[in-house]
């Protein structure tokens, strides 16, 4: 637990009952936790103990209505539409007068919900299809990213937010004046893996690709600088391709890889991306195959 507290919490954040609930929600979507929740309980009520022997008086929070990873059952919901009304229920009663809630699957066994507040700002969390018992009810485990939003639909300055990363690693970032600042932990033991600070999202590849996959679902891609940046350079490419040479080729290749990594990595799925990756590639194989044919043709005239 120490390392979650350390890497991914805000360091500001109190220490309360909620963090111990949050830590649980996080760890027990790994397969690890998941094989040893006695032992995770366990170690966490030992810590617990020594806490509140150095800090008394945190004992007046209400501490007993933790349930502990040794009392919490995780199930698999196999069923989208199941899950969808799981989550629905529980989102819903967390809603503040004037906000208004979407629910999308994203398509790889997940779902995304989006509270949209009054004043515009957008709370956006990420849910795999796993629930927990509590009572006779069904609960969402907690999500795996959770981000905030302005009403310019900016990343909200100040605040911490968390995102999943490949390879069981989770970015815990702020943004702040000078950039980002987080740190991304990995594995069940959530061990610090990376640092960065001042850093624009550009500069993280992980981040910024993960952040991407998500912002396609609530923002419009042509309003992305880097999408739009893409876009022109896979349309002027195929457009020089008519008249191509050395210098032309070697660029076209080059930004044909850059559309197929953001069509993989930033923008799974997306139909324009798609269409100009295509029609690129198959100019590029065109181009190369006619100066080729061309080049072949005058051998056999000389």
């Known amino acids: ?5 350390k890497h991914i919490i805000d360091p500001i954040e109190p220490f309360t009952p909620q963090v111990i609930e949050d830590f649980y929600n996080r760890a027990l979507h790994l ?28 004992k007046d929070l209400d501490w007993d209505h933790i349930r502990h990873a040794d009392e919490i059952q995780v199930l698999n919901i196999h069923n989208e539409k199941d899950f969808l009304k799981i ?21 790889n066994h997940q779902i995304l919900s989006m509270t949209l507040s009054e004043v515009g700002t957008l709370e956006v969390k990420l849910y795999p299809l796993v629930a927990s018992i509590s009572g006779a ?12 939003y302005n009403s310019k639909m900016e990343l909200m300055p100040h605040v911490r937010q968390t995102l999943e990363g490949s390879l069981l690693t989770v970015i815990s970032f702020s943004l ?9 932990s990995r594995g069940h033991g959530f061990q610090k893996f990376e640092t960065f600070i001042k850093s624009k999202p550009s500069d993280h590849y992980d981040l910024f690709n993960q952040l991407k996959k998500l912002e396609r679902f609530y923002i419009n891609p042509q309003s992305d600088p880097y999408y739009r940046e893409i876009v022109s350079a896979l349309e002027q490419s195929s457009l020089r391709l008519k008249t191509p040479s050395p210098m032309i080729l070697q660029m076209a290749e080059k930004n044909l890889l850059k559309g197929q ?28 195959y006619g100066k080729a044919k061309s080049h072949s043709t005058e051998q056999v005239s000389g």
């Open 1 to 5: 637990m120490f390392n979650y507290l």
């Open 31 to 58: 397969d690890f936790w998941r094989q040893n929740h006695k032992e995770l309980g366990q170690s966490v009520k030992k810590d617990l103990a020594s806490y509140f022997n150095q800090e008394p008086e945190s």
């Open 87 to 107: 989550l629905a229920e529980d989102e819903n009663s967390k809603l503040q007068s004037g906000d208004r809630l979407k629910l999308i699957p994203t398509g």
């Open 137 to 148: 009810r069904l609960k969402p485990l907690g999500p795996i990213s959770h981000l905030y």
């Open 176 to 184: 702040e004046e000078d950039g980002l600042h987080g740190v991304v």
């Open 261 to 288: 990594s953001a069509l993989k990595n930033a923008f799974p799925g997306d139909r324009l991306l798609k269409l100009l990756v295509t029609h690129l590639d198959l100019g590029l194989q065109q181009a190369k």
